[in-house]
């Protein structure tokens, strides 16, 4: 389970500060907010702006384009799904509507006691041993139904 | 004895255990006390024998697979022993499905170890660097030209002729840019050779800095393949320890480096424009063109672009091998294809063929049809602004002319095989439904002609006004097609239209369709 710092101004003034001298570096900054709290806390934004000499508008433009970057953190645990043709094929869909059930969530939420999120993502390359999905970091090929109800169960640990 | 066993670190053997079997193997050993050491690989490719682990013997790496962490012990003992074992393959290199292969570019993946530039060039690698250095940019570009290498993206633009106009373009800085944001659904070969052989991308790109005169080149790989980065990182600061990128590249005047960037999730930025605009930390909204990113590229400076196989290529033709890649393929499709086989499929993975080898045969004959044992129903071709094509189409050459005539393309490679229980109408909405989520909204086609495309594919299903509805989707996709700058409004009508085209008896209300097939 990924730990994460709580938002705070001056760690995310120092995260900023370590990259600014990048050529085009407000995506690079925005990930690695993300790796230090969970998300992109609203208050970075003004922060990175004034940092890079941009507008608000075009760091807000940039970090809600994205779908990586979350808005908010997620649960402890997030489980993501390929949802792309090649799992589709192997008989994904089936899968995700067993874990959709099994957590009692759609797809693209967080459980209510904030344990677990399920995501879709597209495509993880492993698609020649779909259908595929990751826990945490943690890459799962020739998932089948026992494969989903233990990866389940683990995120809801 | 001591016995050297190499396992893949390939994220696709990760993903089905190759790390518990490593683990496994340790404690055997160490049980067992025989003196064992594992060099991590990259992978084969053959993924339907992952976990494949081999052992080094004095005819050559005996493989086994696909190896449980439970098949540890005894795999090591017939690995002792050299004896029997269900799971025993042979010798790698003789596995038919190897052996069928012309493998140019992933030569080393699975060979080597990817964080060894000494492994790397007791295996043929750098040659081309070493032979570039002494022929300066003309005859590179000469060497590149000849050897008809094409854009292995999916676009297919003579690489020689991009790289050709970037060196002549005066400027103060130019970029080398890597798109490594494989995001096609069934391809996985960037991927592949990002984690299994590294050196070979960097090299590519080293080669092209010295032939169009940039110094700098950028890496921009998608987040969803967290092994990558890391492999492609460690190579670069190995690449740099040795001498092969910084100031003095191979000892010579050229001065070349490289940085990984990372995606975030959008689809759109495996789009050429829209990756720069990415890299630049902008929105990934697709350019207009011209200016080609070869005049005007990342921060308005000249910039080659190309993809991960197509810098993959340049070494073995740097070496020497521009006549030699030249002679394989048909027509103007030259040289080789990591094609990689995916999706419900009996033997999936990376297979390196010259062009010109048929869909069938890959799909049959290597692949040997479905895992599920049901017939194939359809294949999609160059990921999800593919076309779907059916088994009358399969005598179809793989070439990038032979499937534009048949209203489909080959993208970056991937076959993705689809059995009878596919719902085509489904697939048809899926395609209108990605392009609706990953549309950067530039072009007003592609970003509202996909909703509608969504909206109206659902009408059918529900066998409102079908024929009325099929006319309104096509004059959308025609819509699409001819007005969208970029390939993801511009190419979305591929799958729609094929699976429409070919497939017709599924576009209808589903209780009719169901009972048909009784």
Not at chain 1, 60 to 68: A, C, E, L, R, S
Not at chain 2, 121 to 133: P, Q, S, T, V
Not at chain 2, 404 to 420: E, K, S
Not at chain 2, 437 to 466: F, L, N, W, Y
């Amino acid at each position: 389970m990924p730990v994460y710092e709580p938002w705070d101004a001056a760690r995310g003034a120092q995260i900023i500060a370590e990259h600014t001298t990048l050529e085009g570096a407000t995506l690079v900054i925005l990930h690695a907010l993300q790796e230090a709290f969970g998300y992109v806390p609203e208050p970075a934004v003004p922060m990175i702006a004034s940092a890079l000499n941009l507008s608000r508008a075009e760091v807000y433009g940039v970090f809600t384009f994205y779908h990586d970057f979350r808005h908010q953190p997620a649960g402890r645990h997030v489980l993501k799904l390929c949802r792309a043709e090649a799992c589709q094929a192997a008989g994904g869909d089936a899968l995700a509507a067993r874990a959709e059930a099994k957590l009692g969530i759609a797809i693209g939420n967080t459980t209510a006691d904030e344990r677990v999120t399920l995501e879709p993502i597209y495509c993880l390359g492993l698609c020649a041993t779909a259908p595929s999905a990751m826990l945490d970091g943690r890459l799962v090929g020739r998932l089948d139904e026992a494969r989903i109800d233990a990866l389940v169960a683990e995120a809801q640990r | 004895m001591n016995l050297r066993i190499f396992v893949s670190r390939d994220a696709g053997a990760v993903a089905v255990g190759a790390d518990e079997v490593a683990l496994a193997l340790e404690q055997a050993a160490g049980k067992r006390g025989v003196d064992m050491e594992i060099v991590r690989t990259g992978s084969r490719g053959l993924y339907w024998l992952e976990p494949m682990i081999e052992v080094a013997t004095p005819k050559g790496r005996v493989a086994f697979g696909p190896v449980t962490a439970a098949d540890a012990a005894s795999v090591l003992e017939a690995m002792i022993s050299d004896g029997a074992h269900p799971l025993r393959l042979g010798i790698a290199d003789e596995i038919p499905w190897l052996k069928r292969q012309t493998r140019l570019t992933c030569a080393r993946c699975g060979v080597i170890d990817p964080r060894s530039v000494e492994d790397y060039r007791a295996h043929d690698g750098y040659k081309g660097l070493e032979r570039a250095l002494t022929l300066g940019s003309e005859a590179i570009l000469a060497d590149v030209t000849a050897s008809g290498l094409r854009g292995r993206g999916g676009a297919g633009f003579p690489t020689g002729i991009k790289w050709k106009t970037v060196a002549q373009t005066s400027a103060d800085q130019k970029y080398i840019v890597c798109n490594a944001d494989e995001g096609d659904s069934g391809t996985f070969a960037d991927r592949m050779i990002m984690e299994g052989d590294p050196f070979v991308v960097i090299e590519g790109m080293t080669i092209a800095g010295i032939a169009v005169g940039a110094a700098k080149g950028y890496i921009y790989i998608r987040s969803e393949y967290p092994h990558a980065i890391v492999a492609m990182n460690a190579a670069i600061a190995a690449a740099r320890r040795a001498g092969y990128l910084g100031a003095r590249v191979g000892g010579s005047a050229h001065s070349f480096d490289l940085e990984v960037r990372v995606g975030a999730g959008a689809y759109v930025c495996g789009e050429e424009t829209s990756l720069l605009e990415s890299l630049e930390g902008r929105r990934g909204i697709v350019r207009a063109k011209p200016p080609l990113p070869a005049h005007k590229g990342l921060f308005g400076k000249p910039t080659v672009i190309n993809n991960v196989l197509s810098f993959a290529a340049i070494p073995f033709i740097l070496a020497g091998g521009a006549k030699a890649y030249a002679d394989f393929g048909i027509g103007r499709s030259r040289g080789t294809m990591p094609i990689q086989l995916a999706g419900n499929i009996k033997r999936g993975g990376l297979f390196e063929v010259a062009f010109g080898i048929t869909l069938g045969e890959l799909v049959d004959d290597v692949g040997g049809g479905t895992f599920t044992g049901r017939p194939v129903r359809a294949v999609q071709v160059g990921g999800p602004l593919g076309a779907y094509f059916p088994r009358e189409l399969f005598d179809t050459p793989f070439d990038y002319e032979a499937f534009t005539a048949r209203d489909g393309l080959i993208g970056h490679g991937g076959i993705v095989v689809f059995d009878d229980s596919v719902d085509m109408a489904k697939q048809a909405r899926f395609a209108m439904e990605f392009c609706a989520i990953e549309s950067c909204g530039k072009c007003t086609p592609c970003r509202i002609g996909s909703t509608r495309g969504v909206e109206t594919i659902d009408k059918i299903r529900a066998g409102e006004r079908v024929p009325e509805n099929i006319a309104v989707v096509e004059d959308l996709c025609n819509t699409m097609k001819f007005g969208s700058l970029c390939a993801l409004g511009g190419f979305t009508p591929y799958p729609v239209m094929s699976a429409l085209k070919h497939f017709r008896e599924d576009f209808g209300p589903a209780p009719a369709r169901l009972q048909a097939a009784e």
